[in-house]
């Protein structure tokens, strides 16, 4: 990184220092697009990384999309997916290795030359972001000047992915635990609305069901929703 950035005894604080703001965000009530967005401002400052950025991996697997950086460049954010087979970050996805590039304009594998060129960018740390043995991304940091990264260095930012992975696990574990208890609801009301059914017009189970199903189609509406209007129309009956 630059000759600014925190060496030795420093560079330990100072990661220590951001693996903790970085754990008290995911412990608290924010959004994970603004933690990851907190996560490479951070790191950037930490560690004198002109750019950080967190990327991740498509639904195929097959292409990164930017999740957050800091760099204010619009060249840089509007860029268009990277494919992951031949791109430097796909390398790091493949290998599941942190890659380093002292200088992106001489690999042949590095396709945002007009990027780097635009922004000064020049060496690059790209580490896989991981949960459990399974990638999701990779987390970037350019320099804006040749910068052969120490281990220490590869650790330090090696923690913060590991951080960043983290949140996005718990926000996907908690998005999990939310759709089973509106999915148990779900049910709930379609049992409720079965009986109201049955007993307004006096059929079968099966055939308040169907009548249910018949509904959710004819207005294009989930059962859940259709449950829970036949629910709410009974109660405020008369």
């Known amino acids: ?25 995911i412990v ?28 991740l991996l498509n639904d195929k697997k097959d292409h990164l999309e930017i999740k957050a950086t800091q760099s204010l460049s619009q060249k840089y954010r509007s860029k ?7 791109s430097v970050s796909g390398r790091a996805v493949l290998t599941k290795k942190p890659v380093v ?6 690999d042949k594998e590095f396709l945002l030359r007009d ?20 990638v999701i991304g990779v987390f970037n940091c350019y320099t804006a000047e040749a910068h052969e990264f120490s281990e220490e260095e590869i650790q330090v ?18 998005a999990d635990k939310i759709a089973a208890v509106e999915a148990l ?26 009548l249910l199903q018949k509904q959710s189609m004819d207005k294009r509406r989930s059962l859940g929703e259709v449950a829970e209007a036949i629910v709410v129309s009974a109660e405020i009956a008369p």
């Open 80 to 86: 268009p997916p990277l494919p992951v087979k031949g």
């Open 28 to 55: 608290s009530n924010r959004y994970l697009d603004e933690i990851l967005t907190m996560i490479v401002h951070l790191a950037a400052q930490v560690t004198g990384s002109s750019l950080c950025s967190i990327m």
């Open 115 to 134: 990027v780097a060129l635009q922004d000064g960018l020049v060496s690059l740390l790209a580490i896989p972001m991981m949960i459990k043995n399974t």
């Open 157 to 174: 930012l090696g923690a913060v992915a590991n951080q960043a992975a983290m949140a996005i696990e718990n926000t996907q574990l908690l």
């Open 1 to 25: 990184m630059p000759n600014s950035m925190k060496t030795s005894k420093n560079l330990r604080k100072a990661g220590f220092e951001l693996l903790y703001e970085i754990s008290h965000a």
């Open 101 to 106: 590039v002292l200088n992106v304009l001489e």
């Open 185 to 210: 609801e779900a049910r709930k009301r379609v049992e409720k609305a079965k009986g109201i059914l049955m007993k307004r017009h006096h059929i079968s189970e099966p055939e308040a069901y169907r």
